[in-house]
């Protein structure tokens, strides 16, 4: 599966570039699948950088992750590629990679969060979908992750 992730890679840095203005870096991270209690683990054990797409349970469950430190994304057990969504998943984290490549700062996590979830939804839009329809994420949960909390 690796070369073909790596190809989606090159797709998705070209795609985030030409879009949101973002550098091309082809300097890929890893890609690891977990069990979704491992995901939890890193997220909420302070070992993975809070950056993360969130799922249908709201914004306490996320189903990926970007480890800033590791330069991995973590996606979930089953996660094949398969779908617009299974792939919107890796644009909203090579978003976090690319940012932390190219040394963006933000005022707080939360901020990073906003173009991470533009770029899901845009990609997404590409195939008749949205956040909310795929991951029922609705608009206020969304500016609630996405807004500076200090």
């Avoid at 030409?18 to 300097?27: C, D, E, I, S, T």
């Avoid at 430190?69 to 909203?92: E, K």
């Avoid at 590409?126 to 206020?140: A, C, Y």
Wanted: net charge neutral; glycine share 6%; hydrophobic share 45%.
């Amino acid at each position: 599966m690796e070369p073909v992730v790596n190809t989606l890679l090159s797709i998705i840095v070209f795609w985030l570039s030409a879009n949101f203005g973002l550098p091309a870096n082809y300097a890929h991270p890893r890609v690891v699948v977990l069990p979704p209690a491992e995901m939890a683990s890193l997220r909420y054990g302070g070992s993975a950088a809070p950056l993360g797409a969130l799922d249908r349970s709201g914004p306490r469950r996320v189903v990926s992750l970007y480890d800033t430190r590791t330069r991995t994304i973590y996606l979930p057990r089953g996660w094949t590629g398969a779908t617009p969504a299974q792939i919107s998943m890796l644009v909203h984290e090579m978003v976090h990679h690319l940012q932390a490549l190219a040394g963006l700062r933000c005022a707080c996590p939360e901020e990073r969060e906003k173009l991470a979830y533009a770029a899901q939804e845009r990609w997404l839009s590409l195939f008749g979908g949205s956040l909310e329809r795929d991951f029922e994420t609705d608009p206020f949960t969304l500016l609630a992750v996405t807004t500076c909390s200090h």
